[in-house]
């Protein structure tokens, strides 16, 4: 059962926090318990307590979601042993939490990666293709590419685990 998710990146100021209140939104709309998932994001190499970016900020609100009370946390060994699943935007954030925490090998994935799984024990790939870009720093443009990006992985992604916790 998965019921604990955190997505990680590296400053936990656009990419995680965006996926994060991006998927809490689509659970309340496909899951009726929605409440019993724990959702939460981190950064590699976060600022524990700062904002997400304007333009994080600014895209989210055009889906209705408001991340503007979000604080950034580093990621710790507490929150990788509590998550159930572990979704990252880099292939770089994967290695990092593989090689600091070998005990979550086996619950790390890209978000792109885990998407586009048929069933959760497939073997992993290591593939650029995989990655989220960062936004940070780019036009706002750049920042809903990246949402829209989000949004069709992360739909993915709530169904297969919805489907997993129902089996």
Avoid: W
């Avoid at 503007?68 to 990621?75: A, I």
């Avoid at 586009?116 to 593939?127: C, E, S």
């Avoid at 990246?146 to 993915?156: F, G, H, P, S, Y």
């Amino acid at each position: 059962m998965i019921r604990s998710i955190l997505f990680v990146c590296t400053g936990n100021t656009c990419r995680s926090p965006m996926a994060q209140g991006m998927f809490k939104k689509i659970l309340q709309e496909k899951e009726k318990n929605y409440y019993r998932y724990n959702i939460q994001s981190a950064g590699i190499s976060a600022i524990p307590g700062m904002k997400p970016t304007d333009k994080a900020i600014k895209v989210m609100l055009e889906y209705g979601i408001d991340i503007s009370q979000y604080k950034s946390q580093p990621l710790e060994e507490d929150l990788v042993k509590e998550a159930d699943l572990i979704l990252v935007m880099a292939s770089e954030h994967q290695e990092y939490i593989q090689i600091r925490y070998p005990f979550a090998q086996n619950k790390v994935f890209l978000v792109k990666e885990f998407s586009q799984r048929k069933y959760l024990n497939k073997v992993q790939k290591k593939d650029k293709k995989y990655d989220i870009s960062d936004p940070i720093g780019k036009p706002i443009d750049f920042y809903r590419i990246i949402a829209n990006d989000l949004k069709v992985n992360l739909e993915k992604i709530a169904d297969i685990i919805i489907k997993k916790n129902n089996n």
